[in-house]
């Protein structure tokens, strides 16, 4: 006989041994009359409702964090997007006002410091994006060194000048009178200053002010900057440093940047053992942000020796420059001849061994991804040579991370160079060669 019974369900609370309640969901299926007399109907309980209920909300949860995801991440690419067309936009307006006004030496010149303001700019956004994916993979180590503080201020100082005077904003800087010195990673020391005096000059209209405060206080060094721009809505104070975060509304400069400098900056600082914080009495009443690492160091760090033989020379070097891309070997021939150098160009391994063999050269810039002989096997075959042990071998490489350094010193590189190259610091490094006689 087959069961006529209606189905029936039921929810009801236990109570368990820890004294806490659950709610379970009970279903069966009623008899007819005739199989009711033979069997009890016992209700089987299903798993708990307060686990169906906690894995609904987590689900819901995560539906709203995934959402909030993509959101920021659309965000994010679309501010990509703008950061890198506006100096890209930029470098393509002064080639054509190079080509366009050859007689007129002052527009050149414009558009020359023009372009190099915007290319300065993508190379610092590129920094910042390789620094992030080195962060969310625990991969960013410090290179602590005994610095000098004035060095540090000064160099953050005159690498953000070019943002506050673009946006219109007064920078007032006052530091320590004496020499200080702290124990702390310099470039990233920099980069925690002038990331934050950056965010502050975009945040800050035309008009506006900065102020940069480094004091020492006990063992600690203590940053403030602070602004009139903006501000901070209270809700934002607390997730200002997160990744991707930007202040609601529009930033009184054209870029307000890709939400990554005030993360870099915490991540930074607390690298060096310190603690960051913002503050503000919301829109339109400026903002502050304080840093504060236990760096300060109280025997003043001695200047490194210079290696042995590498002394100031200033003279002419003979430079071989080995990259597959034709315009950034010809580009890099031609700035370095016209400080003077004798250069030769190659574009890959074999060529570059021929020609390092036929003109003997000081210094090799060597870039990694060659056709033929890539750039570590071309730098091993080079100093397997007689001629190969003294020369200076770069590696002038778009590939910056620290598994990349590794791998370049292990093949016999004596420095490990991002593109693009800074023109200054490139002819530092060849005035510091010894002078050779010329070759034969």
């Not at 054509?96 to 050859?102: D, I, N, P, R």
């Not at 530092?428 to 006689?437: A, F, G, I, K, W």
Request: charged share 25%; aromatic share 4%.
């Amino acid at each position: 006989m087959e069961d006529t019974g209606e189905e029936w369900e039921d929810t009801f609370p236990l109570r368990g041994r820890d004294g806490t309640y659950r709610w379970f969901l009970s279903r069966c299926r009623c008899p007819s009359a005739t199989r009711r007399r033979h069997r009890p109907v016992v209700p089987a309980p299903t798993p708990t409702l307060t686990e169906q209920r906690q894995l609904k909300e987590d689900l819901r949860a995560l539906s709203f964090e995934l959402t909030e995801t993509n959101r920021r991440k659309d965000e994010f690419l679309a501010a990509l997007s703008h950061e890198l067309r506006n100096p890209l936009g930029a470098v393509r307006t002064s080639l054509a006002l190079l080509q366009a006004a050859e007689d007129q030496p002052a527009i050149r010149a414009q558009a020359r410091a023009a372009m190099e303001r915007q290319v300065a700019q993508m190379a610092r956004l590129l920094d910042d994006l390789l620094d992030v994916s080195r962060i969310t993979r625990d991969r960013l180590e410090l290179r602590l060194d005994d610095v000098d503080l004035s060095d540090i201020v000064h160099a953050a100082v005159e690498a953000s000048r070019p943002v506050c005077e673009a946006a219109g904003v007064s920078l007032t800087v006052a530091q320590p009178p004496g020499p200080v010195h702290v124990r702390g990673d310099a470039a990233r020391l920099q980069q925690v200053l002038g990331n934050l005096l950056t965010n502050a000059a975009k945040y800050t209209g035309a008009g506006g002010r900065v102020w940069l405060d480094v004091e020492v206080r006990g063992a600690d060094l203590v940053v403030r900057v602070r602004d009139t721009g903006i501000g901070i809505p209270p809700e934002m104070l607390s997730r200002i440093f997160d990744l991707f975060t930007q202040v609601d509304g529009h930033a009184p400069s054209s870029q307000g940047g890709l939400g990554i400098g005030l993360s870099l900056v915490r991540r930074l600082v607390e690298l060096h053992g310190g603690t960051v914080s913002a503050a503000s009495d919301g829109p339109g009443h400026g903002s502050t942000f304080l840093a504060r690492m236990p760096i300060v160091v109280d025997v003043p760090a001695t200047a490194d020796a210079a290696p042995p033989g590498r002394e100031a020379g200033g003279a002419c070097r003979r430079v071989l420059v080995v990259d597959d891309d034709p315009d950034n070997a010809e580009s890099l021939a031609l700035l370095l001849t016209s400080m003077g150098h004798r250069v030769t160009v190659a574009h890959d391994g074999a060529e570059a061994l021929d020609r390092a063999a036929a003109t003997r050269p000081e210094a090799v810039l060597l870039d990694i991804g060659l056709p033929v002989l890539d750039g570590f096997e071309t730098c091993r075959r080079m100093r397997a040579e007689p001629w190969g042990a003294d020369v200076l071998i770069v590696a002038l490489t778009g590939w910056g991370q620290a598994e990349d350094r590794r791998r370049t010193q292990q093949a016999g590189f004596d420095r490990h160079i991002v593109k693009p190259i800074d023109p200054s610091a490139l002819q530092s490094l060849l005035e510091s060669l010894p002078r050779t006689p010329a070759a034969s």
